[in-house]
């Protein structure tokens, strides 16, 4: 992607995070659907299960906007130790807990809004993601972050019909 990336506007940055927290939302009536078993039963052909897939987004999140920029991400940092980039699950995961993802999914997203409009984001490290896209900026990351929670939900999607 491009260094020379404009800054987002207000308006702009409000429809991506809108997009996110939709796609959060079909994720979570996802999720509802099945039993503690069922979300975290690992379907045959593939190296982790629902409730990871989800955990995994708010997570990657965090570290493309906060862990890029040297800032400590607001959710907990075991959280960010069991859902980055190259994790499998290694426990079970309880309803409760996955119930309050659904709420720090959301609240997730609106702080970050916050934290953009307050120019926390400025000091972006580069990043080359596994799809081998360089984000050489927030911006970069944003779009990035749309493609890569648009993935998983497809990947929850088919997992569902194996669980």
């Known amino acids: ?7 987002l506007t207000l308006d702009q940055l409000d429809t991506t995070l809108a997009v996110m927290a939709h796609t959060r939302r079909n994720m979570e009536a996802v999720l509802r659907r099945f039993s503690q078993e069922q979300l975290n039963k690992i379907p045959k052909g593939f190296k982790n299960n629902l409730a990871w ?7 990657t999140e965090q570290l493309l906007t ?11 940092p075991g ?12 426990e079970t995961y309880r309803l409760q807990i996955i119930e309050e993802w659904y709420e720090l999914a959301q609240k997730a997203l609106i702080q970050t809004r ?5 120019g926390k984001f400025t000091d972006f490290k580069p990043y080359v993601t596994t799809y081998g896209l360089k984000l050489n900026n927030i911006e970069e990351s944003f779009t990035y972050l749309l493609s890569h929670e648009a993935l998983h939900l497809g990947t929850m999607m088919a997992m569902a019909r194996l669980v």
């Open 1 to 7: 992607m491009s260094t020379d990336t404009l800054p």
């Open 53 to 59: 897939n989800f955990g995994h987004v708010i997570v």
């Open 66 to 76: 906060y862990g890029r920029v040297g800032l400590p991400a607001p959710i907990a």
């Open 79 to 90: 959280m960010i130790t069991k859902f980055r980039r190259g994790t499998v699950p290694k």
């Open 114 to 118: 916050l934290d953009y409009e307050e």
